[in-house]
């Protein structure tokens, strides 16, 4: 082996030691311009051979540090030693401090108390499941951190999700190909959390459900009803619900997000003073009817608090609850008749045709057709720039 070739060995050893992990952890973290690139079949692979390129490298360093190093000046070895020393370092940023299931772990403790034993505030927002008869809450701030929540609902699995990158929850049903999973948090892409079940090692996007990468590319976890709120509007609806208490092991973390579940990101930019700007993190409500997307400007509607829409020729009902986090979506087609609908000043639901009066569950309380139910339309909270990614067929109404 010649003169030129022996370094070679070590710079080798060390590229393949560190390059890899690092690529990885960029392509899964939101740096800059990361979140942009269209890489997340290459991240995939990359993941499966951090490891073995890791070792490759190592066994390199090994072989150099044995049969050369002692022939370097002490310059040289002080040299090698130092970068060795960083690249061992890189480890660290690599696969603890930007490593997502590192930095967002599942609670160690999943304790629920009902309203009468709760801790949780009852502003806070919260998104609420029921199954067979069973209501459970799950505080935002919390999910916020976690990412995901693995549970049971009416002793059904359900996996309860959220993003803070996109600003959207969704609940699934951990079930594939009839086995429960264990998911894990593999990091971002297009700033939304990316998810793997144990079995398939399928990447699936947690704003669609959708298999990115994987065995099952193409396939879809099957989405189940919730509802976003307030925790006090959700009582109000289950008094007997059990709501989710935070875990003391991330208490700080939930500090973090003090106030994220109701401030906007318009709201906190002194440079805008047009607070009515859409801006890539302007919330929206977002609806999906028969395929096609629909998204509704958050200020825009509050402000009228109601609006009867139609979408792909099915008559829709979107509101905000006085508190100005409560939102509803609901078909308003009744017994064959399309109802439209009023808000009072004093917040009483009633409808033109009739004039029943209906309560924030759908239900016709009194009036011509008590008893009547509207049928709910799943809705989410979701950033304008994330819905607009993964449904670029959207309309959007703003006023």
């Not at 700033?191 to 399928?202: C, P, R, S, W």
């Amino acid at each position: 082996m010649n003169s030129h070739t022996k370094p070679l060995l070590f710079w080798a050893g060390i590229v393949l030691l560190v390059v890899p992990g690092l690529v990885h952890a960029y392509l899964l973290m939101p740096f800059p311009g990361s979140q942009d690139l269209n890489a997340i079949t290459a991240a995939y692979y990359l993941e499966k051979i951090v490891n073995p390129l890791r070792f490759i490298g190592a066994a390199l360093l090994v072989w150099y540090g044995i049969k050369y190093y002692a022939k370097n000046s002490t310059g040289g070895k002080i040299t090698k030693a130092l970068v060795l020393a960083l690249c061992l370092g890189s480890f660290y940023f690599t696969d603890i401090m930007f490593k997502a299931e590192t930095m967002f772990q599942e609670p160690q403790v999943i304790k629920f108390a009902n309203a009468m034993t709760n801790k949780v505030p009852m502003n806070m927002v919260i998104i609420g499941v029921v199954n067979n008869g069973v209501a459970k809450a799950y505080p935002l701030v919390y999910l916020g951190y976690h990412h995901k929540i693995q549970d049971n609902v009416g002793n059904e699995p359900v996996l309860i999700t959220y993003c803070t990158m996109c600003r959207t929850g969704r609940v699934y049903s951990p079930m594939i190909n009839g086995t429960r999973q264990a998911f894990r948090l593999v990091g971002a892409r297009h700033y939304n959390a990316v998810i793997e079940d144990q079995q398939t090692k399928t990447w699936w996007y947690q704003a669609t459900g959708i298999a990115a990468v994987g065995k099952l590319k193409g396939k879809h976890l099957q989405e189940l009803p919730y509802e976003q709120s307030t925790l006090s509007a959700w009582i109000s609806k289950h008094p007997s619900s059990l709501i989710l208490q935070p875990d003391t092991n991330y208490v700080q973390d939930y500090k973090d997000l003090k106030n994220y579940d109701r401030l906007q990101a318009v709201d906190k930019d002194s440079t805008l003073k047009n607070k009515d700007t859409l801006i890539r993190k302007s919330w929206v409500i977002g609806v999906i009817v028969n395929g096609q997307a629909k998204a509704y400007d958050w200020r825009h509607l509050f402000k009228k608090r109601l609006l009867n829409d139609n979408l792909n020729k099915t008559p829709l009902l979107v509101t905000i609850e006085s508190d100005s986090l409560t939102f509803h979506t609901f078909n308003t087609d009744v017994n064959g008749k399309t109802l439209h609908f009023n808000l009072d000043a004093k917040g009483v639901l009633t409808d033109q045709e009739t004039a029943s009066l209906w309560d924030w569950d759908g239900l016709a309380t009194s009036g011509v057709l008590k008893g009547s139910r509207l049928t709910k339309i799943q809705a989410y909270q979701e950033y304008w720039h994330s819905w607009k990614h993964f449904h670029p067929n959207t309309l959007f109404w703003k006023d």
